[in-house]
């Protein structure tokens, strides 16, 4: 109510200093606008801040190397292998010459023979069946997109390599898989294979290889072939990867 109040005397007050000239209401208008400024105005409070408690002026910049940012945010190449742990059967080291073994008379001296614990060993298993599989899989595009190589001649003959493993921890058996390659090549009568090196129309290479990515999280091979000439030049080229199943000796 005061504040309406004043309010409103300020401004007839006003209106009568305008219109009328009169001195001591325009006086009296501006008392009421500074009492009314004074009560409900409230004055602008300023904050200041030293800066000895400023953490801003304390704060240093951080350099960031660009190149160690992308190192780090890169996905890392995931690389699993294939291993067993094995242990042999214990065996019984040979008596000495003065040692007796009980032949069941009862009168032999029967000495207690040590028995050799064998501690368990990590191996990489021979897993032909991988390299079969993948051999399967590049023998039937190989029939396919060599149609017009042996289609124009019968009996080439096809010098086939034996295979170049890459990596040293690589299950044993990819020579099952160049047998394997080289038994259809003479069931489907395309190519004749030959022996002798001096003597081929064709070669084919094999190589093997660990393909690792940073996506799988099981053991994968790749297996890959090559047709090439009498002269070097490549014909062709087949790629087949062949993975492990996960908690299974199937491979996919």
């Known amino acids: 109510m005061k504040k309406t109040f004043l309010y409103g005397m300020a401004v007839v007050l006003s209106a009568c200093s305008t219109h009328h000239g009169c001195v001591e209401c325009a006086n009296k208008a501006d008392m009421f606008i500074y009492d009314m400024a004074e009560q409900y105005i409230q004055p602008e409070v300023q904050v200041t801040v030293s800066e000895a408690s400023c953490p801003c002026q304390n704060f240093e910049p951080v350099e960031v190397d660009p190149c160690k940012c992308s190192l780090s945010s890169s996905q890392e190449v995931l690389r699993p292998r294939i291993r067993e742990i094995v242990t042999e059967q214990p065996r019984r080291n040979c008596p000495a010459q003065n040692q007796k073994i009980n ?9 207690v023979l040590p028995v050799v614990q064998n501690e368990p060993a990590e191996i990489v298993p021979a ?33 086939v390599k034996s295979a170049s493993v890459q990596d040293d921890d690589l299950p044993d058996g990819v020579s099952k898989g160049v047998a394997l390659f080289k038994d259809q090549v003479l069931a489907s009568r395309t190519f004749a294979l030959t022996d002798d090196k001096n003597k081929k129309d064709y070669v084919l290479d094999t190589h093997v290889q660990w393909f690792d990515t940073p996506s799988k999280t099981v053991p994968a091979i790749k297996y890959v072939i090559t047709l090439s000439d009498n002269k070097g030049k490549v014909i062709n080229e087949w790629v087949e990867i062949v993975k492990k199943a996960e908690n299974y000796q199937k491979w996919l």
Do not use: H
Not at 103 to 111: L, P
């Open 103 to 111: 032949c069941g008379c009862g009168e032999c001296n029967v000495s």
């Open 127 to 159: 897993m032909p069946e991988a390299y079969e599989l993948a051999a399967s899989r590049a023998f039937n595009r190989f029939v396919k997109d060599t149609f017009d190589v042996y289609k124009q001649q019968p009996n080439l003959l096809l010098y």
